[in-house]
């Protein structure tokens, strides 16, 4: 099994900057990507940014230009830097490791950190 561990939100003003950082631990082999999702209050929880193993990486086109992920291989830990933060960013984020097991895709979580930005 693979574990996530998150960490680095809280609160933050209009047009600060964030860095979340997400550990993974456990059974790590065959990752097809690493990401950011995030969950606002009564909406569904939406990609942010997903980097794969080529290091391409794709972003929602509400934080193109502010977020960018990232990954250190050697820490086994992705990050995601938010910039210029909106109201509009506050939600839960969370990171996600995709792997393959045989020929199916599966999914591993982060325990969710908040980010609120708020004057």
């Known amino acids: 099994q693979v574990q996530l561990v998150e960490s680095g939100g809280g609160l933050v003003q209009p047009g600060g900057s964030l860095r979340l950082s997400c550990t993974a631990s456990g059974r790590i082999y065959q990752i097809a990507a690493l990401g950011w999702y995030r969950q606002a209050p009564g909406q569904q929880r939406n990609m942010v940014a997903i980097?794969?193993?080529?290091?391409?990486?794709a972003y929602a086109e509400s934080v193109k230009g502010r977020f960018t992920i990232s990954t250190d291989n050697a820490k086994n830990t992705s990050y995601l830097h938010m910039n210029s933060l909106k109201f509009d960013d506050t939600a839960i984020y969370y990171c996600?490791?995709?792997?393959?097991?045989?020929?199916?895709?599966?999914?591993?979580w982060g325990q969710g950190i908040q980010v609120t930005v708020s004057s």
């Open positions: 996600n490791v995709k792997v393959w097991a045989t020929a199916i895709l599966n999914d591993y």
């Open positions: 980097i794969n193993v080529i290091g391409e990486s």
